[in-house]
């Protein structure tokens, strides 16, 4: 599901899964246990998170959300989600996100919990979130992760509310990314990144991080007190819902 190298002190975390490095319950697992280590471990400067071939991520792996039993266990999967996005959000270290091909879905989401975005220049990569034509909303982590990464309201409403799948030159122009690079530039930008930040007297990106963050996590922990989003995950046994995962995930075959 992942694979993990360090270089020069960077922990560069690669999607694999498939076709289209979809995200599963084990791959935020070991997402899990690499922002442990780089939290704990002094000698690890960050994390750069990209994918390989022609995919950054789609998502969430279909399969498993067309293969959930009843609600009790959609509510199961959503409950470690939340906490695992949580986490990597709040990553002590700076995270970059090296977006090396197609993005959307959770990959665009986990994209956004990064502290910075560089997306390959190619015109046939496409990045977004179009859960509203699939008929998924966001859970609680997911939307403030959403808001904050893309600034404001306005944009936040133009990218999910439309749905569109944009190319890199328009993702920047939508705050969706910070960088256009070349393939070559790609990984040792982020790299650059990373030690740009962090490799500093006494490290004070941590603090900063964690102030900058701190009102964004309160929110979420806010918002999971409300019984109401675990009631809108209901919508994966709608049947038109399923109908679009089942077209989605045939399509990707």
Request: charged fraction near 30%; charge should be negative; include cysteine.
């Amino acid at each position: 599901m992942l694979v993990e190298t360090i270089e020069d002190g960077v922990v560069i975390v690669t999607l694999k899964n498939g076709k289209t490095n979809s995200i599963t319950a084990e791959t935020l697992a070991m997402l899990d246990e690499i922002v442990a280590k780089v939290n704990e471990d002094d000698a690890l400067k960050g994390i750069v998170l990209t994918g390989v071939g022609r995919f950054f991520s789609s998502g969430f792996d279909l399969p498993m959300f067309l293969g959930f039993k009843d609600h009790a266990e959609i509510i199961s999967f959503f409950d470690e989600e939340e906490e695992s996005l949580i986490r990597f959000l709040t990553c002590r270290k700076p995270v970059v996100c090296a977006i090396n091909g197609h993005c959307a879905a959770a990959g665009m989401i986990w994209g956004m919990a990064s502290d910075y975005r560089i997306v390959k220049n190619h015109p046939k990569i496409k990045l977004g979130m179009s859960e509203i034509k699939i008929g998924l909303p966001l859970s609680v982590a997911q939307t403030e992760v959403m808001r904050f990464g893309l600034d404001t309201d306005k944009k936040f409403r133009d990218v999910m509310y439309f749905g569109d799948m944009v190319d890199p030159l328009r993702a920047k122009e939508l705050g969706i990314v910070d960088e256009v690079v070349e393939e070559d530039e790609l990984i040792s930008r982020a790299i650059q990144i990373v030690k740009l930040w962090i490799d500093t007297p006494g490290r004070p990106f941590i603090p900063m991080k964690y102030m900058l963050k701190k009102e964004a996590v309160a929110k979420i922990r806010e918002g999971l007190k409300d019984p109401k989003w675990k009631e809108q995950l209901k919508c994966f046994f709608k049947d038109d819902v399923r109908a679009t995962l089942e077209f989605v995930q045939a399509s990707m075959q």
